[in-house]
């Protein structure tokens, strides 16, 4: 009788010491694809950093970021949680169907309203003309909220439309029940489809007749969003970027500012990346940076566009590129909005001030 409790102990001894020995054995990892973020690495051992407690807090993150089977036990364990205790979130984001959804809850309103009141001193602080403004809804606002935790941002788009002194263009309702496909299914961003949708709207609101001839490319049927790794679910596809194509299109040159002086330039719209580049959205004009120039040299001489923006603008920039000789886009995250009045030239160009819902209710950087 005594005896009759060794083999699970046996069992359980094999299970713990097993996985021990499995994430000793198993080589390190630089990236997680899944997490689309870099994995904590073997720390650096000092006699300092061991009475400071640094050193046994960065092997614990060592360890957890490096255990064996990790993505399999993230995935299992949101399986149980969604499938065994109904638990509709994981890490800040829903899995409906087979698509993944930000959960978009609690409004910021004090920032919300002192970034719609520094957008309107741009405004005024510039010679542009004509101004407009449109906001860009995540893909959030189409999940029913009677269902899920949700704020509505309608109130962020009705604040800031409310203050700012610019011609309004509704976007919100891209966020709609059947536009699914308007978003990525792993990314809060939105497709190709999403952004000539924009731009349609874009383009009637501001006087342009819209292009509607292009062919699409696929660039990647495999894109793993930003929200992939939060969701962790097995049943989530993976995604696929489609590029737009024309002569207009095609003609296009850009380059990107690092500094007022510095610039990466290319002779196309679309930027070849690495196979190891984490995201993948970044063919899109080359992703994130201070100041973005545009070049189309079809369009009419003098016609420019500024366009002040969050990410989400840059798979949508080149198809309003289409109608303007320069397109300029401004990201006031990463330079000073001083910067900027003082050395780009904005008399007699048309603004347009692009925010996503996202970045106006969490970055403060729009109103430092």
Not at 184 to 197: F, K, L, R, V
Not at 201 to 219: I, K, N, P
Not at 259 to 281: G, I, M, N
Request: with cysteine; proline share 3%; charged share 25%.
């Amino acid at each position: 009788m005594r005896n009759q409790h060794l083999p699970i102990t046996a069992v359980f001894l094999m299970f713990i010491f097993g996985f021990a020995l499995l994430d000793w054995v198993t080589p390190p990892q630089d990236v997680s694809e899944f997490e689309r973020r870099d994995l904590a690495q073997f720390p650096v051992i000092t006699l300092d950093r061991l009475l400071s407690g640094e050193a046994t807090a960065d092997y614990a993150t060592y360890m957890q970021d490096q255990a064996a089977f990790r993505d399999e036990l993230r995935f299992f364990k949101s399986f149980i949680e969604r499938r065994g205790f109904l638990k509709k979130e994981n890490n800040g984001v829903y899995v409906a169907g087979d698509r993944i959804f930000d959960k978009f809850y609690g409004i910021n309103h004090a920032l919300i309203e002192r970034t719609a009141q520094r957008i309107d001193e741009v405004v005024t602080d510039i010679d542009a003309s004509p101004i407009y403004l449109a906001i860009i809804p995540t893909k959030a606002q189409m999940l029913d909220s009677s269902a899920y935790l949700l704020s509505d941002q309608y109130e962020i788009a009705d604040t800031v439309a409310a203050t700012v002194d610019a011609t309004y263009i509704d976007l919100m309702r891209l966020a709609t029940p059947g536009n699914e496909d308007f978003y990525y299914i792993t990314d809060p961003h939105w497709t190709t489809d999403g952004a000539i949708s924009a731009y349609r709207r874009l383009a009637e609101a501001m006087g342009l007749e819209s292009v509607t001839d292009y062919d699409f490319e696929v660039a990647t049927d495999s894109y793993i969003g930003s929200e992939y790794g939060r969701a962790a679910a097995w049943n989530i596809p993976k995604d696929t970027i489609y590029l737009a194509h024309n002569e207009i299109l095609d003609g296009m040159s850009f380059c990107r500012f690092r500094t007022l002086d510095e610039a990466d330039c290319y002779d196309s719209v679309y930027v070849e990346l690495d196979d190891d580049t984490a995201d993948r959205y970044d063919i899109f004009l080359g992703g994130l940076a201070p100041i973005t120039v545009i070049t189309n040299d079809l369009a009419p001489e003098g016609s420019e566009l500024v366009v002040f923006k969050d990410s989400y603008g840059h798979a949508l920039a080149p198809f309003l590129a289409q109608h303007y000789r320069t397109v300029t886009l401004v990201d006031f995250r990463y330079i000073q909005r001083e910067l900027v009045l003082e050395n780009v030239n904005l008399d007699g160009a048309t603004a347009l001030f692009l925010y996503s819902t996202s970045v106006l209710n969490t970055d403060q950087r729009i109103v430092d």
